[in-house]
């Protein structure tokens, strides 16, 4: 079975860090990229960072750039989003996902992702 197990979410203050963690399995990693994406309360789900398996590539919304960082452990199979500077906008439902390879024009769309995590809740409080 294909498995991706988001962890990390909970509740930090604006300003505040948190380290969220894609657990892979089920699939051949190297031949996937991974994706974070965020849905909040009557919002529209949003791609956050997708990390290319094939150079290691990372694209980032425009709202997290320079405060995220996607980074990948190929070893373990798991995928890391370091979310630094939270701001209360930032609170969402944090989903990994899997798809062929990011792409800079086309990272961001969500049918273009083949498995999904679970999903792990970020609150950042004001």
């Known amino acids: 079975d294909v498995q991706l197990q988001a962890s990390g979410g909970g509740l930090v203050q604006a300003g505040g860090s948190l380290r969220l963690s894609c657990a892979a399995s089920?699939?051949?990693?190297?031949?996937?990229?991974i994706g974070w994406f965020r849905q909040a309360p009557g919002k529209e789900r949003e791609g956050v960072p997708c990390?290319?398996?094939?150079?290691?590539?990372?694209y980032y919304a425009l709202s997290v750039k320079g405060r995220f960082a996607i980074s990948s452990d190929n070893a373990k199979n798991t995928v890391y989003l370091q979310m630094n500077s939270l701001k209360p906008e930032d609170t969402a439902v944090y989903y990994c996902?899997?798809?062929?390879?990011?792409?800079?024009?086309?990272?961001?769309?969500?049918?273009?992702?083949?498995?999904w995590g679970q999903g792990t809740l970020v609150t950042v409080s004001s």
């Open positions: 996902a899997a798809t062929s390879e990011c792409f800079g024009s086309t990272w961001y769309i969500d049918y273009e992702y083949d498995y």
């Open positions: 089920g699939f051949t990693f190297d031949d996937y990229s």
């Open positions: 990390i290319s398996s094939i150079n290691g590539s990372a």
